[in-house]
């Protein structure tokens, strides 16, 4: 990200020409970085530097500046789950750019995102970092302007900074009690049934879903009377290509898993760079778990009452919770193929 | 006079039980307040009646039943391990939760409600915790030091005393962090350091709790009539970094996010630092609860949630020293005294173990107004107190 250094230090200028310096200079590169772009394009025929996407990363700074005297003096909202929604929009534009010009995301269905009232996304997961997770906020965001609450392994907790970071931007440890704390207030709620198992696959499983846990999501969702959003997410497998899984290591170093792509470590912290591959995310037609559709598979299901649920008197079979999971789960790997057959060429297009 | 509440405050030497009391002196439907501990009280008490006591003595038992006792407080828990040494600690909360539920015991007990004040420091605070605690829940992982444990033990012989005692209003309050003027505890003298020693790259989300609201609750339930246990915390919930800011203070991130329990030792055993090893844990993790059950079942809101308590903390500690509250009281003792010596209010036979008369001769303490009766804590032996007519100290056996 180009952010403008400061000259440093000539010769101790006055205060207000430092400050004037300090304020115009990102303008001033932009201007010149825009001259530069009109320039190479007279010159080439083609786009080198996308206007647009410099615009974003430049709002970045300006919006970081102002929320940094206001995380001085302490005068800001988070909610009572850590989430911080100005810093987390002021960072947004970076996501943004990376969906569009390196990735390419594709959308289809965004339609199906409620405006309003509390929602369960239900995505697969791969690509050994959750790059997924940033990239369906981003396409929630810009699609109906809610932040998606994603729930993110306890793995992530203990790990000194990220686990500030993720919780800053929306993110949560995936308690049942917690989800439904942020359905029941209206929320939108991203969940990956797969978990780690399904960012630590092999490349030979790609895109082969893992089993969906076990149908936790499903009774979340009953209980808060939410209707689930199935994700398919393809491209996110090819970021990280996993060779190999070194266990050992792995344990010793207390992660879930080790990997080792074509570029980790082989190329040191380059290799953390994920490969420019396509993307392309559906939203499936919200699932409504509320109501019960086919009463004739319940057999054997214990009843249990969904007891401090707001709709009281619902009951929660295990039977239709495992059948919905089930369901769910098809229609994503059903959307998945579907997509991979629509995208051509896995790097380009 | 003879509806009125009998009242029995433990651990009154410190904030809890001290604060209680006065907030219970000013309280019309409260009959008779009899504090009980090992020390003086804390702060200058008016019309409350002190017996020094240690509560793991037997005593307490007959305390009970000879004044007519129908409520219970146990202020006493320490909560705070800084405050004592670890084997008091240990003895006064396991040891002294005891004898003092025992003491409530039996067919003959008069006690009709008893308010533990506990912790939420039973929750304990581990990186994948819940991001807010419910009542039911409890610690997936094993207690990381011998306070936890004792919390864990306390509780579970408060849960079994209510199970026992049908009759008896068994209210438990787990208090989360109390921030105030009077009340000394870890994050209030964490934040009085000049910068405040954070764990690198972690923000927890933590609750405070105004130390006048936590008195309230703790008065709130010994009034009432209310089973269960009950989270206490002010509303919402504030970033450590936040709250730094907010108090206008320096954060600086240098405790390691390993090993940050053993430096934190390490500086305490220099003498640098003054806080629990476990308190890093805290810091690192935070600890939110929630607080619905408090505000639905028991009806109780505190005046200041959690961001409110910290500004007021900030505008308190700006003027510290300045204001001596020791004075006005003084004078007032004096009038107390003066209108006692009148016979103002004349005790009868009944309440005679804890009369306060029989304290106005007895040496007393400069700033203490609070009428003394002495019993050596072990064992039980020269139990010297007078005018007591049904003295539970009379068919007392020599104590083991």
């Known amino acids: 990200m180009p952010r403008p250094s400061l000259p440093s230090r000539p010769s101790r200028p006055s205060l207000s020409t430092l400050a004037a310096l300090r304020r115009d200079l990102p303008a001033t590169a932009m201007e010149a970085t825009g001259m530069l772009a009109l320039k190479l394009r007279a010159l080439t025929g083609r786009d080198l530097i996308d206007l647009e996407s410099l615009q974003e990363v430049m709002s970045v700074y300006y919006r970081l500046a102002a929320l940094r005297e206001q995380h001085r003096t302490g005068e800001f909202d988070i909610d009572d789950f850590g989430f911080d929604a100005a810093f987390t929009e002021a960072l947004l534009p970076i996501f943004r750019v990376v969906a569009r010009r390196y990735w390419r995301v594709e959308l289809s269905g965004v339609e199906h995102l409620p405006r309003s009232g509390g929602g369960l996304l239900v995505s697969n997961h791969a690509g050994v970092l959750p790059w997924d997770g940033a990239m369906i906020k981003v396409a929630v965001f810009d699609a109906v302007e809610r932040h998606a609450r994603a729930l993110i392994a306890n793995w992530f907790g203990d790990l000194p900074v990220t686990s500030w970071f993720l919780r800053r931007t929306g993110q949560t440890l995936g308690h049942q009690d917690d989800t439904l704390r942020l359905l029941r207030a209206g929320e939108l709620v991203l969940v990956f049934p797969e978990g780690i198992r399904g960012t630590g696959k092999p490349w030979s499983e790609r895109y082969r879903l893992r089993r969906f846990g076990r149908g936790g999501f499903v009774e979340v969702a009953m209980r808060a009377g939410v209707p689930i959003i199935p994700v398919s997410v393809v491209g996110s497998e090819e970021t990280y290509p996993m060779l190999a899984d070194i266990r050992g290591l792995a344990q010793l170093l207390g992660m879930p898993y080790f990997p080792i792509t074509p570029t980790w470590p082989l190329l040191g912290p380059l290799g953390l760079l994920p490969l420019p591959s396509k993307w392309l995310i559906t939203f499936h037609a919200p699932v409504n778990v509320t109501e019960p559709v086919e009463l004739t598979t319940q057999v054997g299901g214990q009843r249990h009452p969904a007891h401090d649920g707001d709709g009281a008197d619902q009951l929660i079979e295990p039977g239709r919770v495992m059948e919905l999971a089930d369901t769910i789960r098809t229609t994503i790997q059903a959307g998945i193929v579907e997509d991979l057959m629509r995208r051509a060429r896995v790097f380009r297009g | ?400």
């Open chain 2, 1 to 400: 006079m003879s509806q009125g509440r009998r009242i029995l405050v433990t651990g009154v030497s410190r904030f809890w039980g001290a604060e209680l009391a006065r907030r219970l002196e000013a309280d019309p439907d409260v009959e008779q307040i009899v504090a009980i501990d090992s020390e003086g009280p804390g702060r200058p008490l008016a019309r409350t009646d002190y017996v020094r006591a240690d509560i793991r003595h037997s005593l307490v038992g007959k305390l009970v039943r000879g004044l007519g006792i129908d409520t219970v407080v146990h202020a006493g828990l320490i909560v705070d391990p800084q405050q004592a040494g670890a084997r008091t600690v240990h003895e006064t909360n396991v040891i002294g939760t005891m004898n003092l539920l025992a003491a409530c015991s039996g067919p003959d007990s008069p006690v009709r409600r008893v308010v533990v004040k506990s912790s939420t420091a039973v929750y304990g605070s581990e990186p994948d915790d819940p991001s807010f605690w419910t009542e039911e829940m409890s610690r997936r992982s094993p207690a990381r030091n011998g306070f936890t444990r004792d919390l864990d033990e306390v509780e579970s012989y408060v849960r079994e005393f209510d199970d026992r005692h049908p009759g008896i209003a068994v209210t438990t309050l787990r208090f989360g962090n109390v921030l105030g003027e009077v009340h000394d505890s870890p994050f209030a003298r964490l934040f009085d350091l000049p910068a405040i020693p954070t764990v690198f790259g972690f923000d927890p989300r933590v609750q405070f709790l105004d130390e006048v609201d936590a008195v309230a609750a703790l008065h709130h339930a010994a009034r009432g009539q209310y089973q269960g246990t009950y989270n206490v915390a002010g509303p919402g919930v504030v970033v450590l970094s936040q709250a730094i800011a907010l108090l206008g203070k320096i954060n600086a991130p240098v405790i390691p996010f390993v090993g940050g329990a053993v430096a934190m030792r390490m500086l305490d055993r220099l003498g640098l630092v003054d806080f629990p090893a476990e308190f890093v844990r805290l810091l690192q993790y935070g600890r939110v609860v929630d607080t619905s059950r408090l505000h639905k079942e028991l009806g109780f809101v505190p005046t200041r949630s959690t961001i409110e308590t910290v500004l007021e903390y900030g505008r308190r500690r700006r003027v510290r020293g300045l204001v001596d509250d020791a004075t006005p009281y003084r004078y007032e003792h004096e009038l107390e005294d003066f209108l006692r010596s009148r016979g103002r209010r004349q005790p009868d036979h009944d309440r005679a173990a804890a009369d306060p008369s029989a304290a106005r001769s007895a040496p007393r303490r400069r700033r203490r107004a609070t009428p003394r009766v002495t019993v050596p804590a072990a064992p039980a032996s020269g139990v010297r107190r007078r005018g007591a007519a049904r003295g539970p100290e009379r068919d007392r056996g020599p104590h083991p």
